[in-house]
């Protein structure tokens, strides 16, 4: 007989496959990767990261999100730890650094956990269960904030800004933030679909301006069109003012001169009943989305009609709700009740561009942020920071409730899931725990990122939560535990519910992986024998 066993070949050569605990080793640490790579960018203090695309575009920011973009990440942990920044970029618009940090820092706790021999699954449920309780501590602790509480507000739009690159104009922009916010919001709810953020170089970053109305980066098409319209009438086309339609090729033969001038003929008759039926309409103004023919350009200039063309989709869909004009695709059918109205339309310079204001809209809602700045780099972060401050302020006015900053709320959170932990049994113990351990790394990483001695910090922000301050925090600036609402550190309390949920759920997820089976067919995706891609390394 034959003692040795004939190894069985089950997946096709070149593919690896790693078991067990390599392979949760090997997805911590790629995720605790990404996670140490934004963490030097939390907080005010925290360091910018410069991004090179492949065609040499380069990125100055230090916002979560946008660094995981850029970096084109290949490992499968870690991706769906950079799903964890999108996820949060779309529901609050802010705290991606944070819910990353955290997702990275529960995979860490986890890993002494499993050198306890403690199975995953218990991991899981016990972070589950922090988890649960974190969300209603945090509805318990958090501050009621509705459209009246200016300066809370306007606290919030700072926060949001704070460390951004636009230290310089964060009170005018948090200001504008505020306004654009209030201007547009309804019983608390704010549709950002009335916000639009146009950018334009040139100028400083505070000449940074708030329009009520929409402003469109285009000029009228003919010089002979007015360049102001008082009480327009506004038709927005989705269709182009042209005789031949790109979706039906024809070819036409013609053999003979009069059977040309026929065909132009016939060609300006159409254009004309165009314009025609535009004008009979009552139409003073006309957005349209495609191209527009010029001859056609010409009987609009001759009408006296203020137009614009290629006016982008979301463009055309902000003015429909703004004006309230109808949509329109067959020109021929406009009718009256399809135009919108606005009380004045005009083109106006900015810089040495010519764009058009529509302002004084039948509803009132729509605003435009007209965002300046000396060059391209500085134009993209400033509207970094507005979105993220309108964001914050939007999250904060729908869910009705905020909390303080600089590590505040973490360092509440973990100390009341610790007393939780105390009412578990063993094994789930020790993961609320780990759970608290790892919301613990806000603080600690903006002590660290400000220079200063993380322990230290955490255990002097301790001591004052267990004496009853609920909002003492690490004020980065002065180095000292301070009373965060005090200081106007605030934020929404949905960055934070946010944060954890997807944290908790991306970490789980990956603590649950026990096998990692990879095809080797494409090179690319080839795993070095750690797990990591070699660009990890
Ligand atoms: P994120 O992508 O998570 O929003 P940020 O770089 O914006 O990352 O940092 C947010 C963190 O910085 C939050 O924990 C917030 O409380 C803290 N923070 C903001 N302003 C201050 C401040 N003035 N002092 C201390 N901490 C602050
Ligand atoms: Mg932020």
New binding site residues.
Partial sequence: MNDQVQPIFILPEGSSRNTGKLAQKANIAAAKAISDTVRT????K?MDKMLVSANNDVTIT???VTILDEMQIEHPAAKMIVEVAKVQEEEVG??????V?IAGELLHASESLLDKNIHPTVIADGYKLAAQRAQSILQAIGMDIDITNKLTLKNIAM??M???NVEWAKGKLAEIAVKAVLHVAENNKVDMDNIKIEKKEGGGSADTELIDGVVLDKERIHSDMPKRVANAKIALLDTAIEVKNTEIEAKIQITDPNQLQAFLDSEEKTLKAYVDAISNAGASVVFCSKGIDDLAQHFLAQKGIYTVRRVTQSDIIKLSKATGSKIVSKINEIKPTDLGKSGLVEEKKLGDENMTYVTKCLNPKAVTAIIRGGTAHVVDEVERALK?AIGDLSAALSNGKCVA????V?VELAKELRKYADSLSGREQLAVQAFAEALEM?PRT?AENAGLDPIDMLTALKAEHDSGKKWS?????SGQAQD?WQ?G?I?PLK?KTQ?IQSATEAAILILRIDDIISSGKSNQQQMHPQGMPPGMM
């Fill in positions: 960018t939390l907080g005010p925290g230090n916002d979560g802010d705290g991606t650094t944070t819910a940090v926060t949001a704070t460390g951004k993220d900053g600089g590590g505040a973490e806000i903006l925090g690490l004020n980065v600036f965060m200081a550190v934020e960055i944060a």
